[in-house]
Structure formats: structure tokens, C-alpha cells
């Protein structure tokens, strides 16, 4: 069974930083790409942004690009998002995502989600 476990959400003001994890139980780390999305009040889930199994490549999406990076460590079972200058639109649920197939942007498409964790940014 997959568990997606994220940690270090929390309250932070305009221009912060925070760093969030999310650890993985139940498959093998490192055979897949893992990636993280958000769902703010009343809009849909959006990709924030994707890593490949051995962290060499990387994508975001283009909200959150130059400000956010994701790593990993594979011996760890372990995958981040690093963000920085953080607006109050970026205040959302960030949830982490796996996927055994072929990687999607589309959250439709991703098969194990965590359960999520809170990122406010004040004004």
C-alpha cells in the first residue's frame, strides 16, 4: 500500500520561505517521478511542479517557476519543495503525488496523492 506523507505547511508572510516534504511508504522511491500540485479555495487542483527519479531533471509550472525548486533524496524516500518568495496566491493545499505510469501534469491522471498540507501566505 502507498503512503504520501507531507510535513511543514504552515503560516508564513509575503516574500518567506518554506520547505515542504513529503515521504513515501510502500513502493520502491526511486522507480518513480514524483511531483506536487495545490488546490486553493474554490479553484482546482494545479501542478506545481515535477522531479525524475534521480532528481537530474525537473519541471514547473509557470506560476511558481524561479521561485520554487523540488529535490529528492532517494536513500531517504523523501522528495521536497523548496519555496521561496511566496505571495498570498500561493496560499493553497499542496499535496504530493505519485504516479507508476507515464508522469502527468493532469491531476486526473496521477494515481496516489498524500493527504495534503496548508500553506497561507499573509499579506
Known amino acids: 500500500q502507498v503512503q504520501l506523507v507531507e510535513s511543514g505547511g504552515g503560516l508564513v508572510q509575503t516574500g518567506g520561505s518554506l520547505i515542504l516534504s513529503c515521504v513515501t511508504s510502500g513502493r520502491t522511491f526511486s522507480f518513480y517521478t514524483m511531483g506536487w500540485f495545490r488546490q486553493a479555495p474554490g479553484k482546482e487542483r494545479e501542478f506545481v511542479g515535477a522531479i525524475n527519479r534521480s532528481g537530474s531533471s525537473t519541471d514547473y509550472g509557470d506560476a511558481v517557476k524561479g521561485r520554487f525548486t523540488i529535490s529528492r533524496d532517494n536513500a531517504k524516500n523523501t522528495m521536497y519543495l523548496q519555496m521561496n518568495s511566496l505571495k498570498p496566491e500561493d496560499t493553497a493545499v499542496y499535496y504530493c503525488?505519485?504516479?507508476?505510469?507515464?508522469?502527468?501534469?493532469?491531476?486526473?491522471?496521477?494515481?496516489?496523492w498524500g493527504q495534503g498540507t496548508q500553506v497561507t501566505v499573509s499579506s
Open positions: 503525488a505519485l504516479q507508476p505510469g507515464a508522469w502527468t501534469r493532469s491531476p486526473g491522471g496521477i494515481s496516489y
